[in-house]
Nanobody, 126 residues
């Protein structure tokens, strides 16, 4: 079991950048593929990006491809989401999560993620 804590959210103007961090504790962080998800008001939670346990494979939703970059440092038990060229439609609560299956690549299925952080608010003004 791993506990996850996100940070780095905030208010930014359209076109700006933010870097979200997700730090794990209480477990072997390196075993888990990690995902970043977001949920906007009135909408379902959606996957934004994901990364395999080793960092060698990544996934991006079409809506963020070319603007967001996911990375991880297992020695620091941390995964980051660098968000550039932000748009108002990126406004949401962003959460990180760890995949249930260990030593695995990423999954697009939200139900495959078992450990969740509390989320951090990202607001992009126009």
């Amino acid at each position: 079991q791993v506990q996850l804590v996100e940070s780095g959210g905030g208010l930014v103007q359209a076109g700006g950048s933010l870097r979200l961090s997700c730090t794990g504790s209480g477990g072997t962080f390196s075993m888990y593929a990690m995902g970043w998800f977001r949920q906007a008001p009135g909408r379902e939670r959606e996957i934004v990006s994901a990364i395999s346990w080793s960092g060698g494979s990544t996934f991006y939703a079409d809506s963020v491809k070319g603007r967001f970059t996911i990375s991880r440092d297992n020695a620091k038990s941390t995964v980051w989401l660098q968000m550039d060229a932000l748009k108002p439609e990126d406004t949401a609560i962003y959460s990180c999560a760890a995949l249930r299956q260990t030593w695995s690549s990423w999954s697009r299925n939200i139900d495959d993620y078992v450990y969740w952080g509390q989320g951090t608010q990202v607001t992009v003004s126009s």
